[in-house]
C-alpha cells in the first residue's frame, strides 16, 4: 500500500510543480531529449557526485556500520535527554488528532522526500548552478558534523522509546520497511529531517523563485511540527539540527563565491 500513496503523492506533487513552479512557458519550450539532459547534467556534474557519494555512504552506514558501531558502542544515550525534556514529546502521542496525524504523516514520509529529489532537478534543469553548489555542499558538511553523533552517541527515536505504536504505520500500513531502508532508530541526534528542510529551504530561496520558495518554507515548517507531534523526534534533535543548519547556511553565505 505505501508504494501507491508514496507514488501517487510524488506523481501528483510533479505535476503541480511543472504547472506552477517552473519558469513561464517552460512546458512550451522545454525538450525532453536525451542529449538536453545529458548536457545539464555535465554542466553541474561536480555537485551531483557530491550528492550522490553522501546518499551512497549514508545508506552504506546505516545497512552496514551503524549496526556494528552500536554494538561497540553498547549504550543508548537517550535516558539522558529524557532527563531533560522529560515527556513532553511523548504527550502528543497521548494526545493525537486524526487529521493532523494524517496531515503530518503524508508531509514528512512523502512531499519531504519529494523535495529532495525534486529542488536538485530543478536546480540542473533551470540551470541554477549557485543553489545547487549550495545544496550539494551544505549536505556534505550537515552529513560530516552529524555522523559522529550517529555513530557514537546513539539516541533512539520517541515513539521506540516509550513503545507507542508508530502514526507512520497507522497511516501507512508496512511503511516502515520503506522508512527504516534510509535510516535506523537510533540515528537521532541531531535531526536530519530538520537540517536538511532548511538547507533545501534555503537553496530554493536563492532561486528567486517566490512560488517555489514559499512551497518549502511551507514543507520545512510542517516537517518540523511533524517530526514533534508524531512523537519521532526529541526537541533536542530539532535544536541541534537546526542550529546546524544555520551553521552551515552562514558559512556557505560567507565562504561559497558564485
Known amino acids: 500500500m505505501w508504494i501507491f500513496v508514496l507514488a501517487g503523492v510524488n506523481l501528483a506533487l510533479l505535476l503541480i510543480s511543472l504547472l506552477l513552479f517552473m519558469p513561464k512557458d517552460f512546458l512550451k ?86 523535495t529532495l529529489w525534486f529542488s536538485p532537478l530543478y536546480f540542473v534543469i533551470n540551470k541554477e548552478k549557485k543553489a545547487m553548489k549550495s545544496l550539494a555542499y551544505g549536505l556534505l558538511l550537515i552529513y560530516v558534523v552529524a555522523l559522529p553523533f550517529y555513530l557514537f552517541l546513539p539516541v533512539t527515536n520517541v515513539y521506540n522509546y516509550y513503545n507507542v505504536n508508530s502514526a507512520l504505520e497507522k497511516i501507512i500500513p508496512s511503511v516502515e520497511n520503506f522508512f527504516y531502508s534510509t535510516t535506523t532508530a537510533n540515528n537521532c541526534l541531531p535531526s536530519l529531517h530538520t537540517a536538511m528542510t532548511i538547507l533545501i529551504a534555503y537553496c530554493v530561496s536563492v532561486t528567486g523563485n517566490k512560488k517555489l520558495t514559499y512551497f518549502s518554507y511551507f514543507t520545512m515548517v510542517s ?29 556557505l553565505k560567507r565562504f561559497m563565491k558564485e
Open 223 to 251: 516537517v518540523i511540527i511533524a517530526v514533534i507531534y508524531l512523537s519521532i523526534h526529541w526537541i533536542t534533535d530539532v535544536v541541534t539540527g537546526a542550529l546546524l543548519a544555520v551553521g552551515i547556511i552562514f558559512i
Open 29 to 114: 519550450k522545454a525538450k525532453f531529449s536525451i542529449s538536453g539532459l545529458y548536457a545539464a547534467v555535465i554542466r553541474q556534474a561536480y555537485p551531483i557526485i557530491i550528492i550522490a557519494i553522501v546518499v551512497s555512504f549514508h545508506l552504506l552506514e546505516v545497512k552496514f556500520i551503524d549496526p556494528k558501531i552500536t554494538e561497540w558502542v553498547n549504550h543508548d544515550y537517550t535516558s539522558v535527554i529524557k532527563g531533560l525534556e522529560g515527556d513532553t514529546v511523548y504527550w502528543f502521542s497521548q494526545h493525537w488528532t486524526n487529521a493532523l496525524v494524517y496531515f503530518f504523516v503524508i508531509m514528512y514520509i512523502a512531499v519531504y522526500p519529494f
